[in-house]
């Protein structure tokens, strides 16, 4: 079947810190990997996707490379900010527009 | 060009009434998603439609939800009889093809109170 883990929260960080959230995955085929961001009292918003093994996605800073070799889609920023505090949730679809999302890791920048 | 459009934003129910939340996809999108977010947790998948027809509902409870989308108007997720669980936030997302993998973008969804 399909699924995603992510690394449970929260994870605090000073700005400027280095940023991984892991993400791994399990799925049957080729699926698409996508990276989602939450803030507080809003819908998800699209951070970043790769479609196919060995790309990488890319955004505002954060990056995340599709490695099938580890089913792993971790999301990595250099430097973060206080604006960077959000809910973030991997996800994959595999199926005509079904997504299967992780359970989301909580993200807290202190300044 | 506007987003994915939801309302209300917040809802509150008795326990027993009925729930109706209301999705505008994107301007130009015939695709639509229903997902559930539980309190801590992330989305689950509940149903897809396009313009009068049901792809996929396989995430759907089989009791008490039913959803659709008109041909006219915006798509509706339905649900009768309210209990405490029902208590989430729900997320409608559009896409503009079917084709497999196409993003999705997400409206800012109900937030639902069971009292």
């Known amino acids: 079947g399909n699924s995603v883990t992510q690394m449970e929260g929260p994870v605090t960080l000073s700005e400027e810190a280095f940023l991984t959230i892991n993400c791994t995955y399990t799925?049957?085929?080729?699926?698409?990997l996508f990276w989602y961001v939450q803030y507080p009292g809003e819908g998800l918003q699209l951070l970043l996707k790769?479609?196919?093994?060995?790309d990488k996605g890319s955004n505002k800073g954060f990056e995340a490379t599709y490695r099938k070799e580890t089913t792993s889609f971790h999301l990595e920023k250099g430097s973060v900010q206080v604006s960077d505090s959000a809910v973030y949730f991997c996800?994959?679809?595999?199926?005509?527009?079904?997504?299967?999302f992780g359970s989301g890791t909580k993200l807290n920048v202190k300044p | 060009n506007a987003g994915v459009m939801q309302n209300p934003r917040h809802l509150v129910r008795r326990r027993g009434q009925e729930a109706r939340l209301r999705c505008s996809p994107m301007?130009?999108?015939?695709?639509v998603y229903w997902y559930r977010q539980l309190p801590e947790e992330g989305l689950k998948f509940m149903v897809y439609?396009?313009?009068?027809?049901?792809?996929?509902e396989s995430g759907m409870p089989k009791e008490r939800f039913s959803a659709e989308f008109p041909k006219e108007g915006p798509s509706i997720l339905r649900i009768q009889q309210v209990v405490r669980g029902d208590s989430a936030a729900y997320f409608c997302?559009?896409?503009?093809?079917?084709?497999?993998?196409?993003?999705?973008?997400f409206g800012p969804g109900t937030r639902l109170l069971v009292l």
């Open positions: 997302a559009s896409s503009p093809l079917g084709a497999e993998q196409e993003t999705q973008y």
């Open positions: 996800a994959l679809s595999n199926n005509f527009n079904k997504f299967y």
């Open positions: 790769a479609t196919k093994a060995d």
């Open positions: 301007k130009g999108h015939s695709h």
């Open positions: 799925a049957t085929g080729y699926p698409s």
């Open positions: 439609l396009q313009k009068e027809n049901i792809i996929d």
